[in-house]
């Protein structure tokens, strides 16, 4: 086996690579989604009934699927994106489309949160629906957005060990091929608890960050 720290530390770093890029395209594309969902309802600014059933449906269709499965079902559209299905640019791409209806929905409820009496404070001192969107509900909800993304982070990270199964490297692909295959409990151990460091960090950053940002506390 090569030397176990620096492929460690080479993993943990394709880790890093695939949850990054993949969460800053779930966090931009989730909040449009989410956006879009609560202010195209019945009685919502922008009032479009059809297309938040149509875009709703969607969302929930690939929240519905499991995770190994979206990863091998977007093989041909990995391929076509990144060009191929290996690798920590390919495992990005099925992050990224499972992680932004997961996210859209969490931020979604964050958005509805919202006082209700805010909303219809700015509506009627003449504030447009843009006022009301940049000034009310993105402000209002960004502590239980933040809180959300931090979710979708940890998600993230389990997700990405296991599409270390299909070769996407990173810490799960050192589990299954130096550890499982080789039946080696160290391997094992040690990338369960460089996971869970992982997670641990992320979720006391992510809870400090929203904490900060509420501004009701």
């Known amino acids: 086996m090569?030397?176990?720290?620096?492929?460690?530390?080479?993993?943990?770093?394709?880790?890093?690579?695939?949850?990054?890029?993949?969460?800053?395209?779930?966090?931009?594309?989730?909040?449009?989604?989410a956006l879009l969902l609560v202010t195209t309802g019945p009685g919502d600014l922008y009032a479009r009934p059809w297309l938040n059933r149509g875009v709703g449906s969607v969302v929930n269709v690939f929240r519905s699927v499991p995770f190994i499965i979206l990863l091998v079902v977007l093989l041909?559209?990995?391929?076509?994106?990144?060009?191929?299905?290996?690798?920590v640019w390919a495992a990005?791409?099925?992050?990224?489309?499972?992680?932004?209806?997961?996210?859209?929905?969490?931020?979604?409820?964050?958005?509805?949160?919202?006082d209700r009496g805010l909303i219809e404070a700015v509506q009627a001192m003449g504030g447009r629906r843009r006022d009301v969107l940049w000034q009310v509900l993105l402000p209002e909800a960004l502590p239980g957005?933040?809180?959300g993304l931090t979710i979708t982070l940890v998600a993230m990270i389990g997700s990405s060990a296991m599409a270390g199964a299909v070769g996407a490297g990173g810490l799960g692909d050192v589990a299954i091929r130096y550890?499982?295959?080789?039946?080696?409990?160290?391997?094992?151990?040690?990338v369960l608890l460089g996971l869970i460091v992982l997670v641990s960090v992320v979720q006391t950053v992510g809870d400090a960050?929203?904490?900060?940002?509420?501004?009701?506390?």
């Open 145 to 147: 957005i933040v809180s």
């Open 179 to 190: 550890g499982y295959q080789r039946f080696d409990t160290q391997v094992m151990v040690s």
């Open 2 to 33: 090569p030397d176990f720290v620096d492929l460690y530390l080479t993993a943990t770093w394709q880790t890093l690579q695939m949850v990054s890029v993949s969460a800053l395209v779930s966090a931009l594309f989730g909040l449009a989604l």
């Open 76 to 87: 041909p559209f990995t391929r076509l994106v990144v060009g191929t299905t290996i690798g």
């Open 92 to 114: 990005a791409v099925p992050l990224s489309v499972a992680g932004i209806p997961f996210f859209a929905r969490i931020a979604e409820v964050s958005l509805r949160e919202v």
């Open 209 to 217: 960050l929203a904490r900060r940002l509420n501004h009701r506390q």
